[in-house]
């Protein structure tokens, strides 16, 4: 196996007790850990909120009949917690530092949950035929040999066979998630059975977030990173921050979020960027088929999951329209819900009232929608006062990648009561958020993303964003040193058709081939690509 491999077989169930509470608000700038901790002990990340007292006290939420404690056991090569997301007890990491392995070769919930996990995996690579097709074409050439990947992903099934498939083509990676609620512990199991080097389990705190981060981009004799792919960019992030020698050794990176993305071009207009980067969000295979369709099916089975409600003649109002908020607005629509938009692009806006939707301020519908979705990747959309004047009953939840789309920080005041509903790994955590007048509203997943917090992501479409994240870090890692500069680069729109091809098969879809003469006219070559770079689909 590759470095920092563990043995799974000599692996123990252990259980847990006392679970921390995660906190709701954004993920804080990890900056600098006391004590210098550059050989890659855990600690504690200055600039860390400290936990209010109704989050640290279980009672805070009613209905809650929990496993208080059962006997622990360890052992030399991991660490591994209760096979249930609602087992509260220490957060498995901190098990590893109580036996005095700061840096144990994975660190995941319980890893005897293995075999169920690779049932999951097994499940999405049937689903995922362009990344299986890319694993079985390019496994003998490896070109990734000697490949180091920093992952910081959503931790599912679909994720794992991007990731079994990079090991394949010759790379060797650390992984942890990009949030706290996204992993399905069974297959980070599977993975870490499997050899892998996983952090991550569902229901990270804060402080074991950055933790499980930090794991995978501190430099060590057996690990030096030279790829990263980022979905956020809390990896590029830390590791500039914490590492920045070792960041400069970074051949690129990946990034496939709209507020990773954005964080990159911060850092490369402030001359900051010192290696360069993959743009994959905006590439036409990700935010045409990934951010739409995935959305459009998505946002569906993660509110039906979570709370069960009934579509047709409800009211419902998506904050953004962009490609997610065009899924979701399709979706809804198809339901007979009646869907109003909220836009700050004119551009955007024309789009969705040509579409058939009334575009509107927030406050002028906010008292009467069903259903509130936000997906514009900003901070403070929803605020304390809309969702004071919510009618009761109302859902809220968010589909946009920051967790700060929804202000649930300001919903943390004694007036207000949580009353946790559900938070089955199928779907979102829901909480009521009781008013003393007796209103509620529905949070799900504490405002971070709801479809990834349910697992309920399509393997199909993820395939087609697997296969483009697979060869932008093949195009990075092997592309002549002066062909990239320090900067942020959108994905080659050759290595965009191919990724489509990789999937036409499935449905059985014949291309039409263009003769010479054709090709001549139009001034394009035969086998593409057939679109400009300032086409848009």
């Known amino acids: 196996m590759s470095e920092g491999h563990g043995e799974p077989n000599m692996l123990r169930k252990e259980s847990v007790v006392n679970a921390n509470v995660p906190t709701d608000s954004p993920v804080t700038d990890p900056g600098q850990v006391r004590g210098g901790n550059t050989d890659g002990n855990a600690g504690k990340f200055e600039g860390q909120r400290v936990k209010s007292g109704a989050l640290k006290k279980a009672a805070r939420y009613r209905s809650r009949s929990l ?63 362009g990344i299986m097709a890319l694993r079985a074409r390019a496994k003998d050439d490896k070109p990734l040999k000697e490949a180091k990947i920093v992952g910081c992903t959503h931790i599912n099934a679909q994720t794992a066979v991007l990731i079994e498939t990079l090991a394949a083509l010759g790379a060797t990676v650390r992984w942890a998630a990009c949030n706290i609620y996204s992993t399905q512990n069974e297959v980070a199991a599977a993975l870490a059975h499997a050899g892998f080097a996983i952090f991550a389990w569902r229901g990270e705190s804060e402080e074991a977030f950055w933790w499980c981060i930090d794991q995978c981009c501190t430099p060590a004799s057996s690990w030096q990173p030279n790829m990263i792919l980022d979905d956020g960019g809390d990896a590029t992030h830390l590791m500039l921050k914490k590492h920045p020698t070792a960041f400069k050794q970074i051949k690129g990176i990946v990034e496939e979020s709209v507020t990773g993305v954005h964080r990159l071009y911060q850092l490369s207009k402030a001359g900051k960027l010192c290696v360069p980067a993959m743009n994959v969000n905006d590439s036409v295979t990700k935010t045409k088929f990934d951010n739409l369709y995935s959305c459009r099916e998505s946002i569906i089975d993660a509110l039906k999951r979570s709370t069960d409600i009934m579509f047709g003649g409800k009211q419902a109002v998506v904050c953004g329209y962009g490609e997610v908020g065009k899924g979701c607005c399709q979706a809804l629509k198809a339901l007979g819900s009646v869907v109003y938009v909220t836009e700050i692009d004119p551009i955007c806006a024309l789009q969705a009232a040509m579409d058939g939707f009334r575009v509107v301020k927030l406050t002028e519908v906010i008292r009467q929608v069903d259903i509130v979705i936000t997906a514009t990747g900003n901070k403070g959309v929803v ?73 309920s992501l399509p393997s199909f479409v993820v395939s087609v964003t697997a296969a483009t994240q697979a060869l932008a870090l093949i195009e990075l890692y092997n592309a002549p040193q002066h062909r990239y500069k320090a900067d942020v680069y959108l994905l080659p729109k050759k290595m965009d058709e191919y ?32 679109k400009p770079n300032y086409y848009r689909y």
């Not at 392995?101 to 035929?129: K, L, T």
């Not at 091809?501 to 139009?522: C, I, N, V, W």
Request: with cysteine.
């Open 383 to 455: 605020t304390r006062e809309h969702m004071e004047r919510m009618k009761n009953g109302c859902i809220v939840c968010n589909m946009g990648h920051s967790n700060t789309e929804i202000d649930v920080h300001a919903l943390r005041t004694p007036d207000l009561l949580w009353e946790r509903v559900r938070s089955q790994s199928y779907s979102p955590k829901v909480d009521h958020i009781i008013w003393p007048n007796d209103k509620r509203i529905v949070l799900l997943a504490e405002g971070r993303l709801a479809n990834l917090c349910c697992s």
């Open 67 to 129: 496993s208080a404690s059962s006997a622990d056991s360890y052992s030399s090569t991991s660490y591994t917690g209760s096979s249930s997301d609602e087992d509260e007890g220490v957060q498995p990491h901190e098990k590893a530092i109580a036996a005095g392995q700061p840096n144990p070769p994975y660190c995941v919930r319980n890893v005897e949950q293995h075999a169920f996990g690779r049932r999951e995996i097994e499940i999405a690579e049937q689903e995922m035929p």
């Open 499 to 530: 990724v489509a091809s990789l999937h036409l098969p499935t449905f059985d879809a014949h291309l039409t081939e263009l003769t010479d003469e054709q090709a001549k006219y139009l001034g394009l070559n035969k086998v593409g690509p057939f």
